[in-house]
């Protein structure tokens, strides 16, 4: 390259570039309009108090931080936070367990094992409304195949998702039945990685199964896992199919996170202003995390890059 | 001669307890032979049942579907699948309408996405310039902002430019996932391209973008085509911008799922088949992308 580039005149390099430029730039063009404009469109509508209701709101600069005043004091936003945090650490893990167990459990050549893999990843796959389907009837007593198999064996169940004690566990099981493939797929391919020396070497030292797990798997799918619960994380503050569906909120306001609440905000109650301050809060987060993400060392372990 | 005639008389006997013998060890040799095979295969079984659990969802709900709708609240088991349920689902058009919206709407949000992606994602492998890095950070925010940090801005500009309801403002919104996704996976095809054979081109003459389009697009083909694939299954999987941005005109099929959720009351069999037939297309075209599927689903964990 750089050999080809010092016989060449430099016009050549120049009209390469040109011709990179025109490639780059309408995708670039595109994406500023679609994706920043709107980001800064919805930073703008958070500082007025828009409501399509009393037009005088719509340029209402006066007092810009009003949205976020009233945030910190809203009770009912103070409370989906917590139910967003609670909810997002209890899929997060319970994907991680499940997803690197299924990943050990299917880590092997025989075909059996090669085709469980891609039926496993079909939660993933399906729509998400049609996972929230699949799951409502599955939470519907009169036609579950939980609840008949549970009434056959003389146990009543109350439907889960209204009932308060249950509900969030509810969207945390469906939730975590449809996420879990994205871990599964990681690891495995971090374990494709695995280098088979070390656990040669220590299998003929006497080490058992659990602890070649321990101290030589674990420790070498680490990074992938962290990487991975980063993602999972970023990408649990967008639930919304499955509450929708599911519970819409309730019951009370048990299921409700905040990305939920500004959904009401913003597109039942027409509250533009305040339903924009919550959205931001929200991208400020997804971007603090994405800007970790990319922070994070990957390189090593890549599972993707060395395939 | 006596003992001879006892023999002779405990012969059936005595064959009856050799066949006997010869039965019992070779069960208790098929027993060990079985469980043998268990365990050899333990994992795979294992993995066989785990499989089963975890599709029981789906499979109970495509099974509603293909159930008699009188017969739906039964306990049994058996019954004779029928396609009524399709049948009235399509009956009255509208679901019918909401599935072609939802083809339109994603092989054109497709379209556009690759047409604008694929350039793009080629520059930014191949020339290493200082924002770069910028950009790729920007890619993946978009990737990651949640949808309603979208929606308001869309909504509020969709009224005002009479875009709401409408099939292609669904379509350039959903290029608001779409297009960083084609960049996003486009650029590790184009990676493992080696670049040699372009500057092999370039040297004979070719301009960058003929070069590109004779030499590495058709080396790309496969990634060309499972990245078009993925693009068309998040947009055909969308719900949330169909939900916020369209009302009655552009309503798609997944919107229309739910609407029977919420007006329809509880015709599980209708629902269960409408549910079938949105997931069929993804089932179908996970089976033609299966090999590309891993590196598409794990985008954005992959460094570039």
Known sequence: ?307 | MTQSKTLEQYRPVLAAHSFACSALRYWARGLTGFVQVLRRHARAITALLVMLVIMLPVIWTIHLAFKPALEIFDTTLGFVPTLENFQSLLADGSFLTALGNSVVVSVLSTAFSMLLGVPAAYVLTRWKFKARKQIALWILVTRMAPPIAFTIPFFLAFRWLGLQDTLAGLTLIYMTFNLAIVIWLMQSFFASVPASLEEAAWLDGCGVWSGFWRITLPLAAPGLASTAILCFIFAWSDFFYALVLTRTQAVTATVAIVNFLQYEGWEWGKISAAGTLVMLPVLLFMVIIRRYLVHGLTAGGIKD
């Open chain 1, 1 to 307: 390259m750089r050999a080809n580039a010092s016989c060449k005149p430099v016009s050549w390099e120049q009209s390469r570039n040109r011709s990179f430029m025109l490639g780059l730039l309408p995708a670039l063009a595109v994406l500023l309009v679609i994706t920043l404009a709107p980001a800064v469109a919805l930073f703008v509508t958070s500082l007025t108090p828009l409501s399509l209701v009393n037009p005088a709101t719509s340029f209402n600069f006066s007092d810009p931080l009003v949205n976020f005043r009233q945030l910190m004091q809203d009770e009912r936003f103070l409370g989906s936070a917590i139910t967003q945090c609670k909810l997002s650490l209890l899929t997060v893990a319970m994907q991680l367990t499940a997803g690197t167990g299924l990943a050990l459990l299917l880590n092997g050549k025989s075909s059996v094992l090669q085709y469980a893999r891609s039926v496993f990843l079909i939660p993933m796959l399906i729509p998400p409304v049609v996972v929230a389907l699949i799951w409502k009837i599955i939470y519907s007593p009169d036609i579950s195949p939980m609840h008949r198999l549970l009434e056959f064996s003389g146990l009543t169940l109350e439907a889960l998702t209204t009932n308060p004690h249950t509900a969030l566990w509810a969207i945390a099981v469906a939730d975590t039945w449809q996420w879990f493939p994205f871990t599964l797929l990681m690891i495995l391919a971090s374990l494709h990685m695995l280098p088979a020396d070390p656990v040669e070497a220590a299998r003929m030292d006497g080490a058992s199964r659990l602890q070649v797990l321990r101290y030589i798997v674990l420790p070498h799918i680490r990074p992938v896992l962290v990487v991975c619960g980063l993602f999972r994380l970023i990408d649990s503050f967008k639930a919304f199919p499955l509450i929708y569906i599911l519970t819409d909120g309730g019951p009370g306001n048990v299921t409700e996170v905040s990305n939920y609440y500004g959904f009401t905000q913003a597109f039942n109650f027409s509250y533009w202003g305040y339903g924009s301050a919550i959205a931001v809060l929200i991208l400020a987060g997804v971007f603090i995390l994405s800007l970790i993400v990319t922070q994070f060392p990957r390189n090593s372990h890549d599972p993707i890059k060395n395939t």
